[in-house]
């Protein structure tokens, strides 16, 4: 059994090919960091350079001849950015590969999608799979639900390839490049404290990355019909402020204040920030979505995942919290702090 694993340089494929090789599966890898080359080489990966936005006929060989399952972790993940490029690395990428990987007889295909698609600027808990928004927050939420169209579709008008798609929410653990080295950045540029919303209450899901590894390796073998989408969390939703306790305060031992400030100010601030980034075209230092995210409860339903995937979470918060802590100090992510 041979496993593709896109996105590979980024914190969930990074993951994903530490358990695949632990497990002795072969794994063929592509990402953007091409760097990363000679290390995965050394371990026994196979890495192929490709552009996923603009896939050939021989890049698509050179990627699926001989997988059995494709984990397509890749994705532009962000809150900022043109439609275009959004489009490219989301929907176009997706559909491409999905193409390919029917063409290439490959069995099993993993998309992973985001939570992000529900997000409209209210209070949620236990959010169903089947909830949609009356318009997307961002052009990241709007093509990742292309994306899944793209799936479906797919899966829809033939019968080889098996896709399942999952939406994770709050990914954090080792070499996670989005969380938590965002809160770690506005920690050290704002001397320890850390501005929030209704003082960091909102009530929010994250998940272990190693959970989410754990989720595809249930997915690939699954009997779901072919297209069908989950919810994946760590099924122990808590507050920012309580979640910031225990990795910042408990486990790393870090000196930090929470200050409260008020979520219209912060919105209308964002606002403007993001009226600069349009000039400047760089990402702004905090968006309307970023700011919404931190003010608005929004918690997955997760029984679908666990009655029709078999997924529970085998790490629980606690524990990823401590092994996210001890990869982070091990890494010297914290001496500066």
């Known amino acids: 059994m041979t496993i593709l694993v896109t996105g590979a340089t980024g914190g969930l494929g990074r993951n994903a090919i530490e358990?695949?090789?632990?497990?002795?599966?072969?794994?063929?890898?592509?990402?953007?960091?091409?760097?990363?080359?000679?290390?995965?080489?050394?371990?026994?990966?196979?890495?192929?350079?490709?552009?996923?936005?603009?896939?050939?006929?021989?890049?698509l060989r050179m990627l699926l001849d001989g997988i059995d399952t494709v984990w397509h972790c890749a994705a532009l993940s962000s809150p900022w950015g043109s439609h275009e490029a959004f489009f490219a690395a989301n929907v176009r990428a997706t559909t491409d590969l999905a193409q390919g990987a029917i063409a290439h007889q490959v069995r099993s295909f993993v998309h992973i999608s985001t939570p992000s698609i529900y997000f409209d600027y209210q209070h949620h808990a236990d959010l169903p799979e089947s909830y949609s928004p009356k318009r997307f927050a961002n052009h990241y939420a709007h093509t990742k639900m292309l994306a899944e169209d793209a799936i479906r579709k797919h899966a829809a008008t033939q019968s080889h390839t098996h896709f399942v798609i999952l939406r994770p929410r709050g990914l954090f653990g080792p070499h996670d490049r989005v969380v938590l080295p965002r809160l770690l950045h506005l920690l050290k540029s704002r001397n320890g404290v850390l501005p929030l919303p209704r003082s960091g209450l909102a009530r929010m899901d994250l998940t272990y990355l190693g959970n989410v590894v754990h989720a595809m390796q249930c997915a690939t073998w699954s009997a779901v019909p072919s297209g069908s989408a989950y919810n994946i969390t760590n099924h122990e939703p808590a507050s920012l402020r309580e979640l910031l306790r225990q990795l910042f305060g408990q486990e790393l031992d870090l000196r930090y204040e929470?200050?409260?400030?008020?979520?219209?100010?912060?919105?209308?601030?964002?606002?403007?920030?993001?009226?600069?980034?349009?000039?400047?075209?760089?990402?702004?230092?905090?968006?309307?979505?970023?700011?919404?995210?931190?003010?608005?409860?929004?918690?997955?339903?997760?029984?679908?995942?666990?009655?029709?995937?078999?997924?529970?979470?085998?790490?629980?918060?606690?524990?990823?919290i401590r092994l996210t802590a001890n990869w982070l100090r091990s890494h010297g992510h914290v001496d500066h702090l």
């Not at 601030?269 to 000039?279: H, K, Q, R, T």
């Not at 929004?298 to 009655?307: G, H, I, Y």
């Open 19 to 59: 358990a695949l090789l632990a497990q002795g599966v072969r794994v063929r890898a592509t990402g953007r960091d091409p760097a990363q080359r000679h290390a995965f080489a050394t371990r026994g990966v196979q890495y192929v350079q490709a552009d996923l936005t603009n896939l050939t006929p021989q890049t």
């Open 258 to 320: 929470i200050r409260t400030v008020p979520y219209p100010v912060m919105a209308m601030a964002a606002c403007a920030m993001e009226g600069i980034a349009a000039i400047t075209r760089r990402e702004p230092l905090l968006t309307r979505y970023s700011a919404g995210v931190l003010h608005y409860d929004m918690t997955l339903a997760n029984d679908r995942a666990r009655r029709e995937l078999g997924y529970t979470p085998p790490i629980s918060m606690a524990e990823g």
